[in-house]
């Protein structure tokens, strides 16, 4: 389990374009425990350590125990949707969702 943690707390870190250091800083913990956690090599996490990291990257603890398989691309694009204020985030979303359907249907009916 602490392997796909690492790997979300990577992917989120990469997507916002943050340093460990700087990622460590924020959550008032090490540049090692933030390697390590990556990396998958902790033995025993405090849930308190996870939470500040979780919170630094604009994340809720729960989302570190979700497993996903996201690319670059769609943690990037959650990021920059969550860290909008509530209106334009419902805005924004409803055009991203509106130019995806045109795309899908493009790609059914072919010209």
């Given at each position: ?37 990556e990396?998958?090599t902790?033995?025993?996490?405090h ?60 790609e059914?009916?072919?010209?």
């Open positions: 389990m602490i392997e796909s943690i690492g790997k979300i707390i990577h992917q989120h870190r990469v997507a916002q374009h943050l340093t460990i250091a700087t990622l460590a800083e924020a959550a008032g913990v090490s540049d090692s425990y933030i390697s390590r956690l990396l998958g902790v033995k025993d996490s849930v308190s350590k996870l939470n500040n990291v979780a919170k630094a990257l604009g994340l809720k603890l729960s989302d570190l125990f979700t497993d996903t398989d996201l690319d670059p691309y769609t943690v990037e694009l959650i990021s920059k949707l969550t860290s909008l204020p509530n209106d334009q985030r419902k805005i924004t979303s409803k055009h991203i969702l509106e130019l995806i359907n045109i795309l899908s249907k493009n059914e009916d072919p010209v």
